[in-house]
DNA sequence: GAGTAAGCGAGACGGTACGTCGTGTCTTATC
DNA sequence: GATAAGACACGACGTACCGTCTCGCTTACTC
């Protein structure tokens, strides 16, 4: 993704330690004293790391960002499969993959559309108060913003295969014929979805099971009464 | 909002020119080189100023965008009334108030919720393709996501006034009985909003008539069949 | 000295009370933190007095700071008399003249050069030790240094009259054979004055009144044997 | 003399290109536009040079020059020697040696202290008429009088070496009988040295080769009748 | 198993912008 | 009309990072 110039370096070479090392500066850093103070100079540093070890790989702090945290949302998601593997059997089970890592996992498919719905929404807004997490999607997020390629980039691979994960619960539902066989998945999903990240990114109110749980039931019921 | 620090500046000897200098300097950087190639020293350059000058009323470049881009909303609403009595008593009336200024003016009232929805929407989306418009207010959002406290502001001055204009539309609806009783305008609002807000900051898909109107028919009928 | 530029201030409505209190604050500010951190803002401040009103009667810190020496210079002179008459009659009249302000009294003659001029010097010594004079004369003299139009105006107005004392002393010696008819005071003189002013400004050895007991002893026997 | 400060930079790796640049651009300046007007931010430009390669290595401008200074006169020192060689055998050899660098070549000693005193002071004389010297010596010698810690710096190594010569040339015609043995050669030589210094340094009279002479006679003579 | 070339840590370098301070000019209101 | 106050355009300050560069050092791969 950042390799592959012209007289690009021979990634064979790479040395693994540094680059984890970076990673974990990286993420480390947004978290403690956020985006706009993080610097190059200040990961290479707390990285143990040449600053050219940083600009050999990457070509800028947003594209560090955005490996690092790819990274550790992979790591996030090879977690959970054996979490459910040891969990399997037990009470819960839902409430379990719904805390962490469910958006990789899939969405449950009950056949009640509206549970499931709610149920993944309600472990995404828990989800959304781990600063681990939030701190640099923001970053990602606002950097994405205003820098095009960046942002299209964030969307590809991160936002969309979570996206993709409700056109497919939703196709299952038209399927069960709980959707309207006319509706658009791709658009349907973000009824719900951009209301709770729009109040999320941008402060434009609070963010609740009871919000999640409404959205939901907007949504699916319409605003005009029936 | 940007004053009244400890020993702050005597307000009343504040220089009228100097600042409207300054926020024409800031829209027009915004614009030509984008937010983060903007600098104070780039803005006070072009404007013809002093960087203290800048210092001493504003404290960040985002304030000063801030400042300017609501000076530049609030010239544009003081014009449009003005072609408003201009151009009554002809057609297409509602596309004249709909492309600039129609946020400030409050959405029409047909008795007929969706079309009226369905107008306002698609006013939003030429308004959003002006690029003295988006530049800004991209830089402003991506500038408040990582900043809660310009966030907030941001939300605060120039969101939520516009979102208000929708509670209140749809309020008249309910009281037509076109929106269900028991929903809570302040949310049904972002069914539509939001998913515009976020295809339109975050690249997440393509911004058309054919998309919104689509919004409006799912947000107001629902994704249930009937 | 400094004013009756073309469009001059009118000096006769010039303000007694800022002109000391700006003197009072110039002394004070280069004692207390050195000339280097004393700005014309400072000055201001501390005086009580806008930046404008020593704008319009001075042209640089250093002029001030001139004058205002100068005027501290008249002080001291004004105050002895007063002294010296009020001490008439007693033993150690030496003593005491020298201790203050002998400068512009004269250099005493008793008949015995060797004896006038230690006591002189020796006096002198006691008097750099004293930071109230000390600072701005080593202000005014390294200003001096690198800007000639000062240094003349300094030597001119606070060296000269000082050396003229010597000039006065010696010629009386010569007249009395102490001493040779074809040496030229004004450059005798500085046989013991420049080599202790060459110490006290660039701290090139230490001053004490052995020292310029030695000074007298060489510069009036010579330094060959005889 | 400047560096070795905590966490001082490597010197190992110090561009001499840069130091040699720095060099140039501060003594040009100096001469050009005169101390007070030369920056640390001119020096920089004129230098090719980035602000902070100066502050890495010196702590003000005047370090700048002290060592700029220092490292011209060593050169000029280096490049005697090798005049000295080429002009050996032809007439004016003293007049050749006397106008460059004279200081650290030593003192000449023909057995008349008084005529080589007096050739090494109009030496000295014609020097301080050289711009190229002139300059920077004023600049540090003004900065050295409000700076102590500089001060002391300039007489240690720019000074005090230069006085040694007279201190060495004393002692040997001590040795011969032509000055009385009870004389601290340290404080004779500012009999005539001083005075120079002063009237150069503070414009308070001129200086010129019968001026000069008139001090060794005086000096060596004394004022007294013998 | 020696030679070589790449990645690496370190950090100096030429730059740009930061936010602050002081300059000298100007304007306003007060006396 | 001089004054206290202070906003203003300007320019230098000393600092922080940028992205590039050069220096040994270590670590593979090649011969």
Redesign the interface.
Known sequence: MASNNPTSPDSTRRSERSRRAIYDAALALVVEI???KTTIEGIAARAGVGKQTIYRWWGSKADVLLEAFLDLSEQAARAVPREREEGAGREGREEQEGREGQESQGIPDTGDLAADLRLVLRATVDELRDPRFEAPS??L????????EL??R??ATL??PQ?QLYVDR?RSAQEA?????D??P???L??FV??L???W?????PITHA?TD??VD?????????
Chains 1, 2, 3, 4 share one sequence.
């Not at 997020?141 to 095009?148: H, I, T, W, Y």
Request: glycine share 10%.
């Open positions: 956020g985006y706009p923001r970053a997020a606002a950097e994405g913003l205003v820098n095009e942002g299209r964030f969307v936002l969309e996206l939703l014929g709980q959707v309207r066989p509706v658009d791709r658009i349907a973000e009824l951009s209301p990240a729009q109040r990114l941008q402060y434009t109110g919000y409404t959205l907007y949504a699916l019921n319409g605003l005009a009464p029936r």
